[in-house]
């Protein structure tokens, strides 16, 4: 299936440009975290998170007063917001606190939550789930989820580094902590909690992205031994067109896919399905514009290795110098 017919686009003529927007978005985001901080979810700080299912719409003012009175500090520790479709009148309740992460402290935060309800008389209620996470826990799967991200970087830069060349590695990487820090910027301007669902995103959406650079890579590598006397930037400008198509046939499946999950998948899906389609979309950017361009800066936009190596163009030489005539010999003389 061709989508472009012989596509001949200058994607190195806009890297510069592609890199100050990239630069824009990730200073952005920075300043964002550093200001406003990224909301952990309950895996990651601790707490208590109750669903409720109403017979009727509740008034979601109504729930937070009522359990504010049971909840020291409730505005910014306590969080009261509308679950999954509001036809089915659901609330989720979340308190990050927990008291002892042992024996039946572990649930006397939901108990609190259903007898506060009780006495504020809102409305029949029952409770349809419940997940609790005691501090403890919460710290070690955010010292894992670190780790798993930080190895896989790794991991990375050492394949590319012997699958290819060392200076592809530092491209694909330098292309995927780009997509990382972009992604965080979007979950901090949307405000969407950091969840072990969103680590599983940002893990897939790292392989997803190593994988269309790394198709990139391997066609620049073939052009490399074809186009020998080309110069750097025109091979990788060649080897960008030539997978396009593909590029866009897979990114377009995989970002139709998550916008499904994201607008069917329900409430739980929401921050994955987000950090998917974010994902995606940086994701192929950066294997276009970054990765490509990190490679020409390492290698230099002159010619190829394999150029510099070849015999070079002859060049007119110089005017050839009149020759004195040779003497006739004895037997010449004699005839």
């Known amino acids: 299936m061709h989508i472009f017919n012989n596509p001949n686009y200058d994607f190195l003529r806009w890297r510069w440009h592609a890199m100050i927007v990239s630069w824009v978005l990730i200073l952005a985001g920075l300043f964002a975290i550093y200001t406003k ?8 700080a ?3 998170v109750v669903i409720l299912k109403f017979d009727q719409a509740a008034s979601i003012e109504q729930v937070r007063s009522a359990l504010d009175k049971s909840f020291q500090g409730g505005g910014e520790n306590l969080q009261v917001q509308a679950y999954d479709d509001p036809s089915l009148h ?4 979340r308190v990050p606190q927990v008291g002892a992460e042992s024996g039946g402290a572990l649930s006397s935060t939901r108990k609190t939550i ?5 006495k504020a008389n809102i409305g029949h209620f029952t409770v349809a789930g419940t997940e609790i996470v005691g501090p403890a826990v919460g710290q070690e799967l955010r010292t894992k989820g670190l780790w798993a991200t930080v190895l896989s970087l790794i991991g990375i830069l050492a394949y590319l580094a012997f699958r290819f060349q060392f200076s592809f590695g530092v491209g694909a990487v330098v292309a995927t902590i780009h997509d990382l820090l972009i992604t965080l910027a979007f979950l901090a301007f949307f405000r969407y909690d950091m969840s072990l669902n969103v680590i599983a995103a940002i893990l897939t959406m790292t392989g997803y992205s190593t994988n269309d650079t790394i198709v990139i890579y391997d066609r620049i590598r073939e052009n490399l031994r074809s186009m020998r006397r080309d110069s750097l930037n025109h091979v990788i400008n060649v080897s960008v067109n030539q997978t396009l198509g593909r590029t866009v046939i897979t990114s377009g499946t995989a970002l139709l896919t998550a916008l499904a999950l994201f607008f069917f ?4 899906l929401h921050g994955f399905a987000f950090t998917m389609i974010v994902g ?4 192929t950017y950066s294997s276009v514009f970054i990765a490509a361009a990190i490679v020409s800066f ?10 510099a190596h070849a015999p070079a163009v002859s060049t007119p030489s110089a005017p050839p110098q009149p020759t004195r005539r040779a003497k006739p010999t004895r037997k010449a003389r004699a005839s």
Do not use: C, H, N
């Not at 901080?37 to 990651?44: A, L, M």
């Not at 659901?90 to 309740?93: A, D, G, I, N, Q």
């Not at 995606?280 to 994701?283: A, L, Q």
């Open 37 to 44: 901080g990224i909301p952990k979810g309950v895996e990651f």
């Open 46 to 48: 601790g707490g208590t």
């Open 90 to 93: 659901e609330v989720m309740v």
């Open 114 to 118: 259903e007898d506060a309800l009780q």
């Open 265 to 268: 998948g329900g409430e739980v």
């Open 280 to 283: 995606i979309i940086t994701g």
């Open 298 to 307: 390492w290698r230099g936009s002159g010619p190829t290795r394999a150029a």
